[in-house]
């Protein structure tokens, strides 16, 4: 992992563990940090959830949609698993 890159991602998962709201724009910049960085992102297993839960993000949730506790649970485990 570029360590430019991957220090925006762990920032990002920092930011998104620490705020009160997650917006959508938030949501879509660390997916795309994510993908820049891991091309093969979908099929690692560090990313694939985490991936899955930005692709259908609501930060109040809904019908098929993950709201912002979803987030901030999977961002824990994704930062613990990259800092590691």
Avoid at 7 to 20: D, R, T
Wanted: charged share 30%; proline share 2%.
């Amino acid at each position: 992992m570029d360590d430019d890159r991957g220090g925006e991602i762990v920032k990002l998962l920092e930011n998104i563990i620490n705020s009160s709201r997650v917006g959508v724009e938030t949501a879509r910049g660390l997916e795309s940090a994510i993908l820049e960085s891991f091309p093969d992102a979908d099929d690692d297993e560090r990313f694939e959830e985490l991936l899955h839960i930005l692709a259908s993000y609501n930060p109040e949730g809904g019908a098929y949609m993950y709201d912002g506790s979803a987030l901030v649970e999977e961002s824990r485990r994704v930062l613990s698993l990259l800092k590691n």
